[in-house]
């Protein structure tokens, strides 16, 4: 095991001074860091009163005696675990600095023009405690430190509530005449401190949270880093609407790769959509509340805990909270019907659509156990909201995005990347063409410098993304005119420039073919208005280094596609032989543990292709190659079980080497550590009633490596969430009854969709910022979930105890005993069938429709005809492993590699499969 630590050479670079270690990737200490500078201010929060402590059900509650906010909130069962970042309390008692108990106000009084904005934290002085008594745990008047300007008196309570703990405001209008409350924020402030922390210390003390921004329904699910135990819950209490989540930039502590920052859950939020989110259109209608002379109102939101993450709508349900269940989700091709399902125990009394012509909502049949069903499809592309008003006067939004069906959004997008992104400049001083490359999508225009070098380079994520997810969606929907500009790229540009072809190095793949080496290039080479003064603006060495591992997979999977084309299908890839390109794949995966071995150590993204490949090369005989690299990768496999944490990266902490460890610990028996993964990634990708979020793994630097507006923030459906979703629904197909699994990584895998423009471009991500909420406008590392989507899309057809027969991408009906579904993803190659975990995949053809039927066992499917490329259909037959099914393809045999030769006609053509 190595322990040195050596300087980051990759991406990651010298942003805030990291260094990594192999096994346990931590934050360097600088001379003086940005929290030495924070420590170094005077200490205002009280922490010479001292800590009182109170216990309430699940929880041991600690408040600082001079401002009763939290020094803590601890597990009763779990006593060295807290929730809140009390490991830095000394350091962070300063002024500006927020804690869970804070409270933030906008207010404005009759004829003001300007809203006063008010902060419990901002000046802070000791608050004046107030007697306690019943429910009561503690008390305060706010108004010592709170601006004397303020029209509002605060009280803050906090109180026992049943197994939780309550904390309540009290607001009171101090004066004469009516004070509007614009805003009315609640810092959520959870131990997501990650800086200084190795991936064993993070996994055991640090979260992660996320939001259901849905109104009263909405709350907040703050997840252990490992995944496991109990979940806790903030949800609303007394008139605590989640309206927005608004980051809180304003508080000091450093934000970067080891820290998101703070977000505030914002009950009123109109005061920021007249000002700073002016420009954005808010994923809910803002409101504020106008308080009458001396009147009085409270809010409140309760800590509470689930079971675990999976039983967290149980638990919503069990605190008489509203639950929404979008089946499959909340990412609508236009082609599809979904179902949503809602429950509560008070009566529906509208639902209604905004815009309201964007949905069409039509009632269906309540289930047994008295959940509402509506079928929803989709009228107009782009964000749309559901708003159910309940009985009680409780109302729950869900957000949806409207996509083109998967097909025309494939179709788009691999135009748009082979148009307006082909880049055939013979003249290019830097030999990038022919490629497919980065794109300004504001400009309309591509990337053909940048001072981050490898977004104009061709290579890492950034640069190869656009190029790789031209080339995944040929695997996808093989288009000949496509193809033939992208065998040019293969041929000429990828192969002897991106990827070596000669010496010592020979399969290396460099990190960019731009670089910024003035001396060395004619005058006139690079634009002067960039700023070149950067470690990211990279000198030919650099560029031309071959030892960052996470290139390699990206070029695997380009030669893995020609493969594919050139065996599969008739005349679409002629120059070579299939075989030669299944070899390359193969070389490059060899030579990414020979010449990058130290990022090798690491699970790659898009390192599934390995495992692709070394299937291909048993199917096909190539026996010595696939040995050569089964036992290269069970290396690998074996130092990852001697980790508690096997998903280290060039990160400090990362959401993208789960899926490669996932596959290969699964692949070598090493279950122990596939479970390990798979609850780690559960916790970062969570289920919520939300487009956004749903399925969303989390990611929030990529902005600054990866994108045109970069800063540090929650990233919508970056290539995390479909990369991630590979491993989910790996897992969902070992456990077809586990619905919670196929919703999660169906949703990821529609991710990779949701951001794509009406015109086909892929952006690196959706900004959440509440003062954007738009997709990026550079292409980024989009290409890499791409890549997630084009090896994971599938249809799925199961039978849930609920909510009955379901198809996941797909059109589902039922007659006599039948199961019919139309086949509505890009590819229609792919049918999983959970009641008897058959799994259909067509290496070349398509299917319309997958029909079971449930009491004789027996399938038929429908392919489409036959066309110039694809005179037959190549069909495997697998169980949800991979492995031979006990089912078997009537009247027809099958072949040395495992599929089943099916010519197709000029017009469908129907096979029955029984076991």
């Known amino acids: 095991m190595i322990q040195k630590r050596i300087p980051a050479t990759g991406i990651a670079g010298l942003l805030l001074g990291l260094t990594l270690q192999s096994t346990v990737p931590v934050m360097a200490q600088q001379q003086q860091s940005p929290w030495d500078r924070i420590a170094a201010r005077p200490s205002t929060l009280g922490l010479d009163k001292g800590i009182q402590e109170y216990t309430s059900g699940a929880f041991i509650l600690k408040l600082v005696n001079g401002s009763q906010t939290a020094a803590g909130l601890v597990l009763n069962t779990e006593k060295d675990f807290d929730y809140t970042p009390s490991d830095r309390l000394k350091g962070r008692d300063k002024d500006g600095l927020y804690h869970l108990g804070d409270i933030n106000l906008q207010v404005k009084t009759s004829g003001s023009n300007e809203w006063l904005k008010l902060s419990s934290a901002k000046k802070r002085n000791t608050v004046q405690s107030l007697p306690a008594s019943g429910n009561v745990l503690a008390a305060a008047d706010l108004s010592n430190t709170i601006d004397e300007k303020s029209p509002i008196t605060i009280k803050r309570y906090w109180e026992k509530i049943n197994n939780g703990i309550q904390l309540r405001f009290e607001l009171t209008n101090k004066t004469n005449q009516p004070v509007e409350i614009g805003a009315l924020g609640i810092p959520m402030i959870f131990n997501n401190i990650l800086e200084g922390k190795n991936l064993d210390q993070a996994h055991k003390h640090n979260v992660f949270f996320d939001p259901y921004i849905g109104k009263d329904a909405g709350y907040l699910q703050v997840n252990r880093l490992h995944g ?20 809180l930039n304003d508080d000091p502590s450093p934000r970067g790769i080891v820290f998101e920052g703070f977000h505030e859950w914002l009950i009123y939020s109109k005061a920021f959509a007249d000002k700073e989110w002016k420009n954005a259109d808010p994923w809910n209608t803002p409101t504020s509340v106008t308080l009458a002379p001396g009147q009085k109102k409270s809010y409140a939101l309760k800590f509470v805990l689930s079971p675990s993450i999976k039983a967290i709508e149980q638990t919503l349900l069990n605190h008489q909270r509203p639950v929404a269940v979008g089946l499959p989700g909340y990412v609508i091709p236009s082609n599809v019907s979904v179902r949503l399902q809602l429950k509560h125990n008070k009566a529906i009394k509208s639902i209604k659509a905004e815009p309201a012509n964007a949905l069409q909502i039509t009632k269906g049949k309540t289930t047994p156990n008295g959940w509402a069903t509506y079928h929803i499809t989709g009228n107009n592309w782009g964000r749309a909201r559901v708003t159910v008003t309940y009985a009680d006067g409780l109302t729950q939004t869900i957000n949806y995005k409207v996509i083109k069906p998967e097909a025309e959004t494939v179709s788009d997008l691999g135009h748009f990347l082979t148009t307006e992104q082909w880049y055939d400049n013979k003249n290019d001083a830097f030999k990038r063409a022919p490629s497919v490359i980065t794109y300004d999508y504001d400009k309309k225009a591509p990337v053909t410098q940048e001072n ?28 000949s005119k496509e193809i033939d500009k992208l065998k040019r790229f293969v041929h000429e540009t990828l192969s002897g420039r991106i990827q070596l072809t000669e010496g010592p190095k020979k399969y290396g793949v460099v990190k960019s073919l731009f670089y910024y080496e003035p001396d060395s290039m004619p005058k006139g080479t690079y634009d002067t208005s960039l700023n070149w003064k950067v470690w990211s603006a990279w000198p030919k060495k650099e560029a031309d280094n071959v030892g960052r591992s996470y290139n390699y997979p990206h070029v695997a999977a380009a030669h893995w596609v020609m493969y594919r084309l050139a065996r599969n299908y008739k005349g679409l890839v002629t120059e070579h032989e299939w075989k030669k390109y299944l070899e390359d794949a193969f070389q490059t995966a060899i030579a990414m543990v020979r010449l990058a071995p130290y990022y090798a150590q690491f699970g790659q993204m898009e390192g599934s292709i390995f495992v692709y490949i070394l299937k291909d090369l048993k199917r096909e005989g190539l026996t010595y190659q696939a040995m050569e690299l089964e036992t290269a990768m069970r290396k690998r496999a074996d130092h990852w079980r001697t980790l508690n944490y096997p998903f280290g990266s060039e990160m400090p902490w990362d959401s993208t080497g789960q899926e490669e460890v996932y596959l290969w610990s699964s692949y070598f028996g090493y279950d122990d550590k596939a479970d390990v993964t798979l609850n780690a990634i559960l916790a970062y990708m969570p289920t ?53 699994l196929l919703r999660t990584g169906h949703a990821g895998t529609l ?3 949701a951001n794509i423009t009406q015109d086909g471009f892929g952006p690196a991500a959706f900004h959440s910022y509440p003062s954007t909420l738009a997709i990026d406008g550079i292409s980024g590392d989009y290409g890499s979930g791409f890549y ?18 379901l198809a996941f991408s797909g059109n589902l009906s039922q007659k006599g005993n039948w199961i019919n579904t139309t086949i509505t993803t890009a ?38 005809p036959a066309n110039e490329f694809t005179p037959a259909a190549y069909l495997r037959v697998e169980n949800s492993k991979g492995e031979a099914s006990a089912y078997k393809v009537n009247h027809y045999q099958k072949e040395e590699r495992g599929t089943y030769n099916i010519p197709l006609a000029t017009n469908n053509t129907t096979i029955s499969l029984t076991r």
């Open 228 to 247: 496991k135990g109990v979940s806790l819950l903030v949800l609303p209490g007394e008139n605590a609407s989640f309206e927005a989540y608004n980051p």
């Open 788 to 805: 997630g989507y084009a090896v994971n899309s599938a249809t799925f057809i199961t039978q849930h105890p609920e909510f009955g027969w």
């Open 827 to 864: 590819g229609k190659s792919r049918v999983f069938i959970a009641p008897v975990g058959v799994w259909l995949q067509l290496d070349a053809g398509r299917f319309d429709e997958v029909s079971y039927n449930t009491k004789t066992g027996e399938i038929k499917a429908t392919l489409l």
């Open 751 to 753: 991710g990779a969709l």
């Open 452 to 479: 981050r070098a490898w977004f104009a380079g061709l290579s890492d994520e950034a640069g190869a993304a656009s190029w790789l997810a031209a080339m995944m969606k040929q695997y996808v929907q093989p288009d």
């Open 688 to 740: 919520l009633p939300h487009w956004g979020y749903n399925g969303s793994a989390r990611r929030y630097w990529d902005f600054v490596y990866g994108g045109k507006l970069s800063r540090i923030e929650r990233q919508l459906h970056h290539y995390g969430s479909a990369l991630n979703a590979i491993p989910v629904i790996a897992a969902y197909k070992d456990k077809p009854d586990d619905l919670y």
